[in-house]
């Protein structure tokens, strides 16, 4: 996992709510052996339809995702994950999300930064104004701010979480930070445990 401080990029305003994991990433996805290609069935139904916000050119590029409340309802699949992050995205930005879908982001290193819905429909209104309007998430500060309208807004995440984004360590990567402790309780195990 990469180690992630500041996040500045342009949004694509998904304004839809109760986005489940199966429109993140339809269960023919889940097939697949490799750990790539995932952004291809990214909202992959959704897509089909021209005016479906991602068709737009004007959020060509776009790395977060501002969306509604109750993002990534539904089963947990981390492919979800991988899908968004493989189209580009570091970020969703939402009133709220599942409990299942942000303990996937937070061990695969997208964040889930989570504010009032009032500052989604502002950072909406701030994208509908200027598809190239700047957001930035501080992951030290745990803020996210959209300078041009004067937008700065915390978010909670708790101290663990946001050690593991300033460092950039998954589940191995903080174990492997005990690897002193391990390697002195292996060299004192009784031989015969093996």
Same mark, same amino acid.
């Given at each position: 996992m990469k180690s992630v401080h500041v996040i500045t990029g342009r949004g694509l305003p998904l304004k839809r709510s109760d986005v489940d994991t199966d429109q993140i990433i339809p269960a023919e996805w889940l097939k697949r052996v490799e750990r790539t290609g995932f952004e291809k069935g990214l909202f992959a139904t959704w897509r089909d339809d021209r005016q479906f916000v991602m068709n737009d050119a004007r959020y060509a590029g776009a790395s977060i995702i501002v969306a509604g409340p109750a993002f990534?309802? &539904?089963?947990s699949r981390e492919h979800a994950v991988w899908a968004i992050q493989q189209a580009g995205f570091d970020a969703v930005i939402a009133p709220s999300f599942s409990d299942i879908f942000r303990n996937n982001c937070t061990k695969n290193g997208l964040v889930p930064v989570e504010v009032p819905e009032a500052t989604v429909h502002r950072i909406w209104e701030a994208i509908d104004a200027d598809p190239n309007v700047e957001i930035t998430i501080d992951m030290t500060r745990l803020t996210v701010e959209v300078p041009a309208v004067g937008i700065v807004e915390?978010?909670? $995440?708790d101290a663990q979480t946001q050690h593991r984004?300033?460092?950039g360590l998954d589940d191995i990567g903080i174990t492997l930070t005990h690897a &002193?402790? $391990?390697d002195a309780y292996e060299a004192t195990r009784p031989a015969w445990l093996g």
């Open positions: 990534g309802v &539904g089963s915390s978010f909670p $995440i984004f300033l460092n &002193g402790k $391990i």
